[in-house]
């Protein structure tokens, strides 16, 4: 059935594509590698290693379709439909197609562009700009978060404005369609961005509330908060960041990845890129994280390098450390094999990834 779905949406977006003036693109990538991590705690109360194929730990897989109409005026229709993969097995995450994107609006040059349809979090996005190793999903600013301010968001409408003299912002606002509960499940988020030649600042704001309209769970229904800027002198960049996730004290209940119900998480890191030569560049960071009630602390090193072949395809390798307080159990990979609470935990992964 998905499958079919899927080739009616391709064969629908050509009919359209032959009668319209209007472009569409289809894109995408593909990543896939090796994986490493130590210490993965089992349902014995052991802890073993893992080394295993890798696939989404660099980056997610992707393809997608886009298109552009010019209405005339300085309007143009804008869609854009993107789905995840994973390359490993092939698979597309289960009941959804069109994982990250799925939207339809209308952008201008001087007004800005307005999508309806699922779209890509602002916190998400904000995450990218700010991070050392540009936001992969096994190691960087996701761990301490459990990836809490990754991947797309639903029944949203998003704003977002043009560019005044390196000034911009971006407005999103979710519906959960519950009759006569209009808090429930929605999200609502803000974020702007300030360059200015070598500099440039973040910050984004976003809650997200459960099914009954309240924030529930830290890593899952929540407020978050993300500011930070970065700085680049000559081939080297600069980053340095700040997240806080806030629940509500008398809602929050316990789960998987907060088994003490913590009711705020937070933390800070450094770090920098530097690019050797075209082709290959380096990465170092440092990440920090608290959480109270109990939740721990702990300490993420990590080191990163890839190295381009070509315009659109590169070899990556990334190492991890992460250092746990006695009663934390971060992951060294984000949302993924856990250690037992005050062990550390080793890992890394090296691929391939190519663009079309």
């Not at 705690?41 to 393809?63: C, H, I, L, M, V």
């Not at 990440?287 to 390098?305: D, Q």
Request: charged share 15%.
């Amino acid at each position: 059935m998905k499958r079919s779905v899927f080739c009616a949406a391709l064969v629908a977006c050509g009919v359209c594509n032959g009668y319209a003036q209007s472009s569409v693109t289809l894109y995408g990538r593909v990543a896939s590698g090796l994986d490493f991590v130590t210490n993965v705690a089992t349902p014995d109360g052991q802890s073993k290693n893992n080394y295993r194929f890798g696939s989404n730990q660099y980056g997610y897989s992707w393809f997608g379709l886009k298109g552009d109409e010019d209405l005339g005026g300085g309007f143009h229709a804008v869609f854009k439909l993107e789905s995840l993969f994973t390359a490993g097995t092939g698979q597309i995450p289960p009941d959804t197609i069109f994982t990250r994107d799925a939207y339809v609006g209308l952008s201008h040059d001087k007004y800005g562009s307005i999508w309806f349809g699922r779209a890509m979090s602002l916190t998400d996005e904000t995450g990218w700009y700010l991070d050392p190793l540009g936001e992969q999903v096994g190691i960087g600013v996701g761990n301490f978060a459990f990836g809490r301010a990754w991947g797309p968001r639903s029944n949203v409408v998003t704003y977002n404005s043009p560019n005044w003299a390196g000034f911009s912002f971006r407005v999103q606002d979710g519906f959960g369609n519950d009759a006569g509960n209009f808090r429930g499940g929605r999200q609502f988020s803000v974020s702007a961005q300030y360059t200015a030649a070598a500099f440039a600042a973040y910050g984004v704001y976003e809650e997200l509330r459960d099914a009954n309209g309240k924030f529930s769970g830290l890593y899952t229904a929540s407020r978050e908060y993300m500011a930070g800027a970065t700085y680049t002198l000559g081939p080297v960049k600069f980053y340095a960041g700040y997240q806080q996730l806030v629940s509500s004290g008398q809602d929050t209940v316990a789960d998987t990845f907060n088994p003490f119900a913590a009711t705020r998480a937070q933390q800070e890191w450094l770090g920098a890129s530097y690019q050797v030569t075209p082709a290959l560049a380096l990465q170092a960071a440092w990440y920090h994280g608290n959480v109270n009630h109990g939740g721990g602390t702990g300490n993420l090193a990590a080191l990163g390098t890839t190295y381009y072949l070509s315009k659109r395809t590169f070899l990556y390798m990334t190492l991890g450390a992460m250092f746990n307080g006695s009663s934390s159990a971060f992951p060294v990979e984000t949302a993924d094999s856990q250690p037992l609470p005050g062990h550390n935990q080793q890992g890394g992964y090296f691929g391939i990834m190519h663009f079309f």
